[in-house]
């Protein structure tokens, strides 16, 4: 009963002994001369500014929140889509609500100008 | 061979879920909260809940995680070395721990479990969907309110956040150029 | 073909008002311009009243749908319209509130909407799973209220303290909820009393430390002692109409959940849950009244002294009778009418900035307003149990209701910390009695508070005087 997932182990057995040997092959083959440039922390080649943790603004937990919700009703789609048909009419309108709830959620959002970036 | 699968996913789960406990940089309690998750959902594979797993990576792993390490990146850093308040004893806490632990144990281990190889009304999509529509229609229509309740309350508290809004690295970058021109400037 | 449970419009009626109404509020409130919000929170009333029509309406009405997950019968259609009553003096208390102390958004509305809407889904919630969504419904609508007054740091205390036991408390009840339906098949009450009687020795522990968590996540949420711990911080922090609102109306709507899981889920372990509420109970009343004695900020006094009230509301379930029922709705109107009033005075004397609630600062309030301190003296009378005020029926009726049931004990320290509680109570009087120690606070009277104020000092008169008609309605 869990054949099919023989090919994921596989997978992720793959996975792991890729990522071990190629850290252990650069550790073992690659020379290793550090200098003070080297050993900086890398930020996209620029000067790293500042400490490296330090608070977000919020706005990008509103984006968060936003994802968030339409993720959940992502998930509840997909059990509605594969029986629509036998659900009907009925079943279109209690699916219709639910989305329409959340999408009045959205609008909310929207309008309050919580997504607007500055 | 189940069993094998079972003890590693479990171990896997436990060994996760003390590490988010013990681990005192709280990003690294995120991410192997963020393990604990996958691990779950590896179990509801191994009871044939296909969908419940890919769920429970979409939902937890893809998004719960996002918004818990948001909420880490938010909170004020600095003081992260300097907890202000101290915690209780940890052995209160641990004999608390233990005596939950051995209530459940006991409790679960006693009952001769009905044990069947029908599906449940929720292991598999199209059922979930029937279970949503039928038995479960209120408190799937219910969900919809509380996420949007949920929404609401990030706004309201979000908006009140952004209006008091401390520096961002932006800021720090911008404050560091104006201190370098007037540095070059000869003004002080 | 698959069809969908046929739905009793009747009976979802008053749900679908508070819905739809918090709903078209929340977008309607996006066209409502900054200092206009007073009309949102009117708006919100309207809809709170409309539902209350429907729950009067409901008088008499019994029945169920969605499958029997979700209920109607005069208990909970009682319930709900005490629920509805708190939430409608609550934003009346609020509406001016908000705007003296600069934290006026039109959310705080439509957020009571929600929150209310999820009291009346708990009371009315025959199924343990829709117990849950609607008591996540109303915390979080609670968690946000507590921390309204955001860049107040007390409120974002409150709020975050609120967060991180309520988060406690559900995993708690969704721990129970998984026991309950791994022994009986089901979290429907009905189909788990159902299949009660047929549990074999193991699924029948198993149930039970169900219920005992399930009892543990409630217990958290009515603030039971050993679960009260953030009661007075959170009341304390919290905006004061949002402590008022949380006092009453979320434990009413808990405390039913709690009756029906008890009684009608779990009638037959009785012989398991009765004496360990008794405990808890007793636990309640002492903790909760002698915390209060000792308080010297008056919210936080307030808030152990709604610790101790929910020890007597106990008494209902403990019961298990019809007359306990009664004392239970009847005790929830007088506790919501008493407690409301009293929060209306603190609101009436509370400037922007004021966070130190000190008793000294009621001193002397006979002299300035003898208006506030009749509301006063009635609101903590009708806590005492004094009569003739609507407290003194509703704690006789509860005595009376547990002495019937067997419990002497209960009984006699119901009303030894009765006493314990007069003695609080009468000390904030005598102060409010006494000369002004301090420099006299400003005094707010503007009509929404008096009339909300009137309304509940009304409700203790009228429900003190002539109690038969809502002591007899089941």
Redo the contacts between chains.
């Keep these: 009963m869990l054949d099919p997932y023989v090919p994921i182990l596989v997978m992720l057995g793959v996975a792991i002994f890729v990522a071990i040997f190629v850290i252990t092959v650069s550790r073992v083959l690659g020379p290793q001369r550090p200098t003070r440039r080297k050993l900086m922390p890398y930020e996209s080649g620029m000067e790293p500014i500042g400490p490296a943790q330090r608070r977000f603004p919020v706005k990008f937990n509103l984006v968060a929140m936003l994802f968030i919700l339409f993720d959940i009703e992502v998930i509840f789609l997909f059990p509605y889509a594969l029986i629509y048909k036998d659900l009907g009419v009925p079943g279109l309108i209690a699916m219709g609500t639910f989305f329409i709830v959340l999408i009045i959620g959205m609008i909310y959002e929207w309008k309050r100008g919580a997504l607007t970036w500055d | ?2 069993t094998v ?1 079972f003890i590693a996913i479990a171990s896997l789960i436990i060994a996760s879920a003390v590490l988010v406990v013990i681990s005192r940089e709280i ?1 690294r309690a995120a991410l192997w909260l963020i393990a604990t998750f996958f691990a779950v959902g590896a179990l509801y ?2 009871l ?1 809940a296909e ?1 419940i797993g890919v ?1 429970q990576v ?2 937890y792993v ?3 995680s ?2 818990i390490l ?2 880490i ?5 600095h003081e992260r070395h300097e907890p202000a308040w101290r915690a209780g004893p940890w052995w209160i806490a641990l004999a608390g721990v233990i005596g939950l632990a051995a ?2 144990i006991t ?2 281990g ?3 479990w009905r044990l069947t190889d029908d599906d449940l009304p929720v292991s598999r ?2 059922q ?3 279970a ?31 209006r ?3 520096p ?2 932006a800021d ?2 911008a404050a ?1 150029r104006g201190a370098a021109d007037r540095a070059e400037d000869g003004t002080p | 073909m698959i069809t969908l449970p046929v739905i009793d419009w009747t009976i979802v009626a008053q749900l679908l008002v508070v819905f739809g109404g918090a709903t078209v509020l929340l977008l309607l409130d996006l066209a409502i311009p900054a200092g206009r919000k007073q009309v949102t929170a009117y708006l919100a009333l309207l809809v709170v009243l409309g539902a209350a029509a429907v729950g009067v309406m409901h008088a008499g009405v019994s029945g169920a749908t969605f499958g029997g997950t979700l209920r109607l019968d005069p208990f909970r259609t009682a319930v709900g319209l005490v629920c509805l009553a708190a939430a409608a003096l609550s934003i009346l208390l609020a509406v001016t509130f908000l705007g003296r102390h600069q934290i006026e958004r039109g959310e705080f509305a439509v957020l009571v909407l929600f929150g209310v809407g999820g009291m009346l889904l708990l009371v009315q919630a025959a199924d343990l799973v829709v117990m849950f969504l609607s008591l996540a419904l109303l915390s979080i609508t609670l968690y946000v209220l507590a921390g309204f007054a955001l860049p107040e740091p007390r409120s974002e205390e409150a709020a975050l303290k609120y967060l991180l036991t309520g988060a406690f408390a559900t995993g708690f009840l969704v721990f129970g909820i998984a026991l309950i339906y791994g022994a009986t098949g089901s979290t429907t009450l009905a189909t788990i009393a159902a299949a009660g009687p047929g549990l074999t020795g193991e699924y029948r522990l198993y149930a039970a430390a169900g219920l005992l968590l399930l009892v543990v996540g409630l217990g958290y949420k009515a603030s039971l002692v050993p679960f009260h711990m953030w009661t007075p911080d959170v009341y304390d922090g919290a905006p004061t109409p949002v402590a008022a609102f949380m006092s009453v109306a979320s434990k009413a709507a808990v405390l039913a959940a709690l009756t029906h899981v008890l009684l009608v889920g779990f009638g037959e372990l009785r012989a398991l849950w009765a004496p360990i509420l008794a405990v808890v109970a007793a636990a309640t009343l002492l903790v909760g009244n002698i915390g209060a004695l000792v308080q010297q900020n008056v919210k936080r006094m307030l808030a152990y002294s709604s610790i101790g009230q929910a020890g007597f509301l106990l008494f209902g379930p403990i019961a298990a009778s019809d007359r306990g029922i009664d004392a239970l709705v009847f005790y929830l109107a007088g506790y919501t009418a008493a407690n409301l009033a009293a929060f209306a005075v603190l609101i009436a004397l509370e400037a922007r900035g004021e966070t130190e609630w000190s008793m000294a600062r009621l001193s002397g309030l006979w002299q300035r307003s003898p208006g506030l301190t009749l509301a006063l003296a009635l609101a903590l009378l009708s806590l005492a149990g004094v009569p003739p005020t609507a407290g003194f029926i509703a704690k006789f009726a509860m005595l009376d209701a547990v002495w019937q049931a067997g419990y002497p004990a209960l009984v006699v320290l119901g009303v030894v910390t009765s006493a314990i509680a007069a003695a609080y109570y009468l000390r904030v009087l005598l102060r409010a009695a006494g000369p002004a120690e301090t420099d006299a606070p400003p005094m707010f009277g503007d009509w929404p508070l008096r009339l909300g104020m009137a309304l509940a000092a009304l409700a203790i008169v009228v429900l003190g005087l002539a109690p038969g008609w809502l002591l007899s309605f089941s």
């Design positions: 061979m189940v699968i990003v594979l191994l044939e969908f769920a979409l939902v893809g998004a719960v996002i918004l948001f909420a990146m938010l909170t004020r850093q209530v459940l409790t679960i006693a009952v001769p999509a199209p979930l969907g029937t949503l529509m039928r038995e479960y229609l209120l408190p799937f229509q219910l969900a919809a309110i509380v996420l949007l309740v949920a929404l609401i309350g990030a706004v309201v508290i979000a908006m009140e956040e952004r008091r809004r401390t961002t690295l720090d970058i560091q």
